[in-house]
Nanobody
Framework: QVQLVESGGGLVQAGGSLRLSCAAS????????VEWFRQAPGKEREFVAA????????DFADSVKSRFTISRDNAKNTVYLQMNSLKPEDTAVYYC???????????WGQGTQVTVSS
């Protein structure tokens, strides 16, 4: 069974850090680009970061550039999102997705809540 499971969310004060993990099982994860998205209450889902299948190419939303980094360990079937200098506006449910731009829509995790208090 194909699964993506996010973890690492929680409550943190503004200026703090969190590292989210996205663990995959059930397919050859190492061949898939992975993206992180987030959705805050009452807002549309938005792109946060992306990483190519080999980790060689990354991309970030302007709102998180210089604060967030994305990496992957294909041996562990895991992608990480390191979030530093967190702001209250980063509060959202964070989702990881593998191959989200494929015809099938890719695979999505169930999300992990990140709450940043001011």
């Amino acid at each position: 069974q194909v699964q993506l499971v996010e973890s690492g969310g929680g409550l943190v004060q503004a200026g703090g850090s969190l590292r989210l993990s996205c663990a995959a099982s059930g397919w050859t994860f190492s061949s898939s680009p992975v993206e992180w998205f987030r959705q805050a209450p009452g807002k549309e889902r938005e792109f946060v970061a992306a990483i190519s299948w080999d980790g060689g190419v990354t991309d970030f939303a302007d709102s998180v550039k210089s604060r967030f980094t994305i990496s992957r360990d294909n041996a562990k079937n895991t992608v990480y999102l390191q979030m530093n200098s967190l702001k209250p506006e980063d509060t959202a449910v964070y989702y990881c997705a593998a191959d989200p731009n494929s015809d099938s829509g890719g695979y999505w995790g169930q999300g992990t809540q990140v709450t940043v208090s001011s």
